[in-house]
């Protein structure tokens, strides 16, 4: 398993099943190589993502990133002094994304 740029790529492998003549009727399981890709959402945190496998299933675990408190924005530039009781054309205040 690879996580490239947000990309989490998963490749896997299944061997067709040598059997004698006779002793398999129909094999009914694909066989071959395939990659599933699966584009992470920038709300999961990657760095804690864990992965296992049990009786043939793979679990991957990637859990919301924690939320991050809103913080001001020091904006520089020369110093004016606004006239009495006019307000800033703009305000900026960073607060982290939410989809």
Do not use: C, F
Not at 16 to 32: I, Q
Not at 48 to 56: P, V
């Amino acid at each position: 398993m690879t996580l490239q740029r947000g990309h989490l790529t998963i490749p896997a492998e299944r061997s067709k099943v040598d059997a004698a003549p006779g002793d398999m009727l129909v094999n009914e399981r694909p066989s071959g190589r395939w990659v599933r890709r699966v584009l992470l959402s920038d709300a999961l945190d990657p760095e804690a993502m864990t992965a296992s496998y049990q009786r043939g299933v793979l679990r991957i675990r990637v859990p919301l990133r924690t939320a991050r408190s809103a913080r001001d924005v020091t904006i520089d530039g020369p110093e004016e002094v606004p006239s009495a009781g006019a307000r800033p054309s703009l305000a900026v205040r960073a607060t982290p994304e939410r989809r």
